[in-house]
């Protein structure tokens, strides 16, 4: 059987060091093959991004580039309609087959909110989804909406090896390292001309520079 492939949808706006950690120990936690990053296009639950689609597919190909583990995957900055995951995924095991184990990558705080997703439940016949712990969200029953509680419950396996034993359906929960970053922090830093380095990829900070991103935030 192939090795599971990881698959981690964000908005990336701008990516940075916490959503790099959380692909290359989910690889090493979970028994991954890779990991396929999927900027979405139009998200559909948030205020739109101030940089274009385009421009956040660009930072998430320099971050990612010379990690052979890692693809980039553009298809929903190239559709015309809003990315809804479950349309992703759909598309992806036409791609790859009923039979390839797929892994939707997410951290705590977007797992939290997984039933206000577009067709929530149909993502566990489509993927596993694989929590990975964030600061300030606990990964814990008490701490989910009811309805998300009891498929966490009924679906939580302990192993990580129960993702090579089916395509889809199984929760699993990893610890990486706790990085207290976020886009929404890395935005304002320079809104304010403050320094974001080390937060995120030189590479992706000289883009942001050259392109004289995230101005105003
Ligand atoms: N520091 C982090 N640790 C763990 N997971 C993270 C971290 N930052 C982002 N993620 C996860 O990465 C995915 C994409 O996140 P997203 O692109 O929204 O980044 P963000 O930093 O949360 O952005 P914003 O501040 O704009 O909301 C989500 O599943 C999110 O939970
Ligand atoms: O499909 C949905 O309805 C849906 C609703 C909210 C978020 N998502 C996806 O969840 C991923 C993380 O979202 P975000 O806002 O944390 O970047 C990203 O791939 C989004 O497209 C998907």
Redesign the pocket.
Known sequence: MSEPLGL??????PV?Y??LR?AEEAIAHLGLGGVRWIPAGQPPHREAPQVTAAQRLAMVHRATAGNPRFSVDASEVEASAPSYTVHTLERLRRELGDRQQLVL??????FAGLPGWHRWRDIFALAHVAV?H??GFPVETASLPLELADEFNARRQADASALQAGPAGAIVTFA?TQ???????VRKLLANDLSARYLLPDDVLDYIQIHSLYRNA
Not at 8 to 13: E, L
Not at 179 to 185: F, G, K, R, Y
């Open positions: 981690f949808g964000g908005t990336f706006d940075h916490g959503h959380l990558l997410v951290g705590a705080d977007a990975s964030r600061p990486m990085l207290a970053i976020s886009a929404t922090q």
